[in-house]
């Protein structure tokens, strides 16, 4: 097995996929905000969504959608500039609509068709200029148009995030995964939800896919944070169209399985450190590793909570070696913590062990954080379990973009 | 029964009570930093402590002797600018010092003595400067004295916090109740964890004064968030002396009983209010209520869910009637929510009702938001439980402070 990251890849980079782009005029002047994605044949299909009571329309009708069709979907119609939230019934229509002007355009089945949107809430849909896209789009879906997909879902985004993978499988095929993602902060104004999209030409069940893109959500996009605010919109698609040609995967814990699970958290991970990285005001992308748990879990907690943390946000956005934010924010995680057997390490130095401080060069410690790529490990002396997350500092740049009033 | 608040009062208000503080050179210049407080007799008393897994020695000290002195102190040393925390057994050393100086100073047994530290963590105590300073504070102490020990336990406070009320028993006595508290934000460099201190001339048992300390903390202090990180230190003390001669209150749910628990927590309250106001970098003072819900636990999860988001408190910073926001942060909170229910109110206008945006006037709304102090209310039409937190905005103020490197 191997993986090959391209990284001008895009959701059409996998074999019989195409893509469309246009401008509805949602909400941005001069730029297209709406993408179809559509696959030459029938995939197999998985999705995550937002664990927020408060659910947008699309996220609503992908739910039941995802329910009844048995895994199986052929397109993808988004936008951008408006996340179709908190807009009551209308807005449940606009996403039906959404879904069936794609479903008419492409002739295909109503329920082969997904619907994301993204933007503002609370505001009505310009549902009409929205159809008139869609049909205007249909007419020119091209190989080429991946990388204008990933243009066209940005909100507050600085810029497209997109990837692709190449999975030399076990037992001799090649299949490729391409991806697109937004997101940068969370919601309303700024409406920066995360929403992900990858694509294949891999072979393989809905069932297969579904348990794949758990753990692959698991070690990537449920493994950052960037202000800890859970949107209203979140959804991550992943769908299959079989057209590498490889023999069908029947189980994860297959070689062939596992292999394309590895590509897959590869390209996950690609998109959800993007994402990160394009964090709201961010200056620093933070690794945060915690070993020597208890449980993964306990690892995870531990982890997220020093992810979450303002005050370890801000230290390091000031490059401050503040070892005490870091076991503080151990202590209140939950996690099974014995702090007299912490060991803290910041960019590779050794500031803490057994609970006590080290007398470290505070310079050389603040040389080794002040970088664009930031490493805190945490061992907490308890077992064998660990996990990574990643996160950006916290900094007046995104005060600035969250505290502007909504245009 | 009746509550008279007097914001002038400290904790040497109530009767018996005296204080003294001494400048111990710790961290700060040509300041107090450490106080004792001293009854004239022996107190009921009752403390709650830090629920962080990482506590610093002086929180350790305490819980053993809560465990072990029947509920009975007569005196408390504290000081600031060293937290004496990840200081290990120098650290324990220390504040066992601190103790035995003071009961020998005072002329008190050892186990009637509780020790408080907040400031640095990380640092070793300055012990033998402490040990003077408490041998020198001893000699002075007066009942003037009690503003000045508010002035000393403070960090990086920008004000003393202090108040008393006064309550009058149903069953005919008066009783006093006088605390002080610091806090602005949580831990180092700039570490401003809670310190509050209660002080009492009443007469009541252990049990039934820590049993209302339980319930008037629920209301104030575990009511309010200013990050969200909960630091090694926190400590809440309350010490009642019996010197105003009522007839001891023996049940809470006495009537005595409920007028003591009302003095005492709208005391904890006004000081816990104190300590939001003086968050660090904040502009406003934001009171949540949360109605409707099915239970307490629900609304006081979804009530500190909105006060904890960075994008409720930065759009707040703004005036931003981001209803989005707020809505956004109660559906995932975890508590009992039905979109479709959910009412907010933005200082007293109604923005969102059934889920749905009201048409409201933007630039009325900004001014009902711009302004110190500022009322968000939720109704989630479920039920009847309500709760009420407050916390402050979140601004630029607060990443400077705590982006600064230690010193």
Redesign the interface.
């Known amino acids: 097995m191997s993986i090959t990251i391209l990284n001008e890849g895009n959701p059409t980079t996998p074999s019989g996929w195409r893509a469309a782009t246009w401008d509805c005029a949602i909400k941005y002047q001069q730029r297209d905000d709406l993408a179809l994605l559509v696959s030459d044949q029938p995939c197999s299909a998985a999705a995550i969504f937002t664990?927020?009571?408060?659910?947008a329309a699309p996220v609503r009708y992908d739910q039941d959608l995802m329910a009844r069709n048995g895994g199986i979907l052929q397109a993808l119609v988004v936008n951008a500039g408006n996340a179709n939230?908190?807009?009551?019934s209308a807005g449940a229509a606009a996403a039906l609509a959404m879904a069936q002007t794609s479903a008419q355009a492409l002739g295909l089945a109503l329920d082969h068709v997904f619907v994301m949107s993204t933007g503002t809430?609370?505001v009505p849909m310009p549902i009409e200029r929205i159809v008139a896209g869609i049909e205007a789009a249909a007419k020119r879906l091209d190989q080429a148009h991946g990388f204008a997909a990933a243009q066209a879902i940005m909100t507050t985004d600085t810029r497209p995030k997109h990837a692709a993978v190449r999975v030399a499988l076990p037992s001799g095929s090649t299949v490729s995964l391409g991806g697109m993602a937004k997101g940068a902060?969370?919601?309303?104004?700024n409406?920066a939800t995360l929403l992900a999209v990858i694509t294949s030409d891999a072979a393989l069940s809905p069932a297969v896919l579904d348990a794949a893109l758990r753990q692959a959500a698991e070690l990537s996009f449920n493994s950052i944070s960037i202000?800890?605010?859970?949107?209203?919109n979140d959804t991550l698609l992943v769908m299959a169209n079989g057209m590498a040609g490889n023999q069908p995967i029947e189980q994860l814990d297959s070689p062939d399985g596992a292999a394309f699970l590895a590509g897959l958290t590869t390209l996950c991970q690609r998109l959800a450190h993007a994402v990160v990285r394009d964090g709201e005001g961010a200056t620093r992308f933070i690794t945060i590793n915690v070993r020597g748990a208890q449980s993964y879990a306990d690892a995870k907690l531990a982890a997220m909570t020093i992810a979450?943390?303002?005050?370890v946000k801000?230290?390091l956005?000031?490059a401050?070696p503040?070892?005490?934010?870091v076991?503080?924010?151990?202590?209140?995680s939950g996690a099974e913590?014995?702090?007299e057997r912490v060991i803290l390490d910041f960019g590779g130095m050794r500031v803490?062990e057994?609970?006590?401080?080290l007398p470290f060069d505070e310079a050389a410690a603040?040389a080794l954080l002040d970088v664009p790529q930031v490493l805190i490990e945490a061992d907490l002396g308890l077992g064998e379990a660990a996990a990574t997350v990643w996160t950006c500092d916290?900094?007046?740049g995104?005060?600035?973009i969250?505290?502007?009033?909504?245009t």
């Open positions: 664990t927020n009571r408060v659910k939230a908190c807009t009551g809430i609370g902060g969370m919601i309303h104004p409406m202000d800890g605010d859970t949107s209203t979450k943390s303002p005050l801000t230290a956005y000031g401050d503040n070892w005490g934010r076991l503080c924010a151990i202590g209140y913590v014995d702090p803490l057994g609970g006590l401080p603040t916290l900094t007046e995104y005060i600035q969250n505290t502007e009033y909504r």
